[in-house]
């Protein structure tokens, strides 16, 4: 196997590997047998535990943010109905990446060995992110204009928890989605006032 494909092929392993044992757990060892490739090998190519968790984070990073967020930036639909398909694109990974959203969340709240800080950077570019779109939705009237932009991108980043949560918890699409849309709904959209109501 190519080098290339070779990483790729483990680093597909050990994100099976972080979700099953977690990521303080995970050992190459665990990597090597869920690859099928000699201890020797994950060594190779990833010498430490810290490079093992490295690039299986900065994969989910990558992810989350390339693969689910940014292909809907370029839609032209309302910022708000952006942001529920994001959300919603978020919901259906947790069937479809369920390991990828698994190494997420224990991710999200490991405020221990050193994981924190890495998060955090993953955190600050969503929040980036799901700010421009907040921003983007006051400019053209469909958010409303007097939203904090920061606060409303650390609220709507915190959905994916809740999304976490009740797919988890037995909730189906539909019961996530009429959630999401809910509160995207209810706390951004920005509504017709009375007099606009008269004139249409």
């Known amino acids: ?35 099928g490739v000699a201890v020797p090998t994950t060594f190779h190519y990833y010498p430490t535990k810290a490079d093992l968790q490295s690039a299986v984070l900065n994969q989910i990073s990558r992810f989350l943010l390339e693969d689910i967020v940014a292909p809907q930036l370029a839609s032209a639909a309302s910022a708000p109905e952006l942001i529920e398909n994001i959300l919603m ?83 189906t699409r539909a019961q996530v989605i009429h959630t999401v849309h809910s509160l995207v709904q209810g706390y951004l959209e920005a509504h017709p006032t009375p007099s606009e109501h008269a004139n249409n």
Request: hydrophobic residues 50%; contains cysteine.
């Open 89 to 171: 694109t978020f919901c259906d990974a947790i069937d479809a990446n369920p390991d990828h959203i698994r190494v997420w969340l224990e991710w999200s709240v490991s405020i221990r060995d050193g994981l924190w800080d890495s998060y955090l950077v993953f955190y600050r570019k969503a929040l980036t992110i799901i700010g421009g779109l907040i921003a983007r939705g006051q400019a053209d009237g469909a958010i409303k204009p007097h939203i904090d932009t920061e606060d409303a991108a650390r609220v709507l980043v915190g959905l994916a928890h809740m999304i976490v949560q009740m797919k988890f918890a037995g909730s």
């Open 1 to 35: 196997m190519a080098p290339d494909a070779r990483r790729e092929h483990l680093l597909r392993a050990a994100i099976r590997v972080f979700a099953a044992k977690g990521i303080g757990d995970a050992r190459h060892t665990d990597l090597a047998h869920e690859a």
